[in-house]
């Protein structure tokens, strides 16, 4: 296991509160080397603007530098390590959407916008076909009288009330209903 990285207190616009301590475990340890690698990637930035404005005369101007990149090779050999044990997923567009300098936050909303989207549109069947449903169930009824009887019993499907026949569900509740 290797050992905990001090870091920096978050940036303002950061996702994790000053408070909040990483999570325990194996995904706190690598939240911790991940933010610790931002700061020796920060580091080694400084570092090669205030040499490249040094004079190039001086000896041993560069030992900062390789230190630095040492630092930040130490932690990408430290994060490869930890990676082998993790088995957490990430959809390959998040990482696209990384490469690409675009908020992964984007990606989220418009997936949820899409679900909510499709949500509405087959919320829109089932009410069509429900109402085809008893349309038919009633022309049925007054054109065979003697089916009445079943068709009511049909329409309940298993028992359930007809409010809860069809529709989206969570955790057994029809969702939108009072």
Request: charged share 20%.
């Amino acid at each position: 296991m290797p050992p905990r990285v001090t870091v920096p207190p978050p940036a303002p616009d950061s996702p994790r509160s000053s408070q909040s301590p990483p999570p325990v475990g194996l995904q706190g340890d690598l939240e911790l080397e991940l933010m610790g690698l931002a700061n020796a990637l920060y580091n080694l930035g400084t570092t090669v603007v205030n040499d490249s404005t040094k004079e190039k005369d001086k000896p041993g101007g560069g030992k900062q530098v390789g230190l630095r990149v040492n630092e930040v090779i130490g932690h990408l050999s430290t994060i490869d390590g930890m990676s082998q044990h993790v088995q957490t997923k990430i959809p390959m567009q998040i990482l696209v959407d990384i490469d690409n300098g675009r908020n992964p936050m984007h990606l989220t909303k418009d997936r949820l916008e899409r679900a909510a989207t499709e949500n509405q549109f087959m919320n829109g069947k089932i009410t069509a076909l429900e109402s085809y449903r008893s349309m038919l169930d009633e022309a049925l009824a007054q054109t065979f009288p003697e089916l009445a009887s079943q068709l009511s019993a049909h329409s309940s499907q298993a028992g359930l009330p007809e409010s809860q026949s069809a529709g989206p569900y969570m955790n057994g509740e029809r969702i939108g209903s009072t």
